[in-house]
């Protein structure tokens, strides 16, 4: 089992930035972040592999994310600049013990699941 605790989200101006972080109670294999608002499913933001070498973004936020990941302080981020009023959602940190594979863009692929940060714009 891993625990995984999301912090850094917040209320901020269209065009600023923000860094969400997910402290993990042990080192995760494939990461990734997600969002969901209400009523719709969640999707993936942003992939990262056990290395941090590899990422995937969601074409709606290529250029303005940046995912990575410290396995020696076992926290993943999220770095998010030019944000926009559409990134507004609960943002989620997900886990599986073992590496990414075709579908790690699904909610379905991961097993831990952190409580949620909400993210907000305002234009």
């Known amino acids: 089992q891993v625990h995984l605790v999301e912090s850094g989200g917040g209320t901020v101006q269209a065009g600023g930035s923000l860094r969400l972080s997910c402290a993990a109670s042990?080192?995760?294999?494939?990461m990734a972040w997600f969002r969901q608002l209400p009523g719709k499913e969640r999707e993936a933001v942003a992939v990262?592999?056990?290395?941090?070498?590899?990422?995937t973004y969601a074409d709606s936020v290529k250029g303005r994310f940046t995912i990575s990941r410290d396995n020696a302080e076992k926290t993943l981020y999220l770095l998010m600049n030019s944000l926009k009023s559409e990134d507004t959602a609960m943002y989620y940190c997900?886990?599986?013990?073992?590496?990414?594979?075709?579908?790690?863009?699904?909610?379905?692929?991961?097993?831990?699941w952190g409580q949620g940060t909400q993210v907000t714009v305002s234009s």
């Open positions: 990262i592999s056990v290395g941090g070498t590899w990422a």
């Open positions: 997900a886990a599986k013990p073992y590496g990414c594979s075709s579908g790690s863009n699904a909610w379905r692929f991961y097993n831990f």
């Open positions: 042990d080192s995760g294999g494939c």
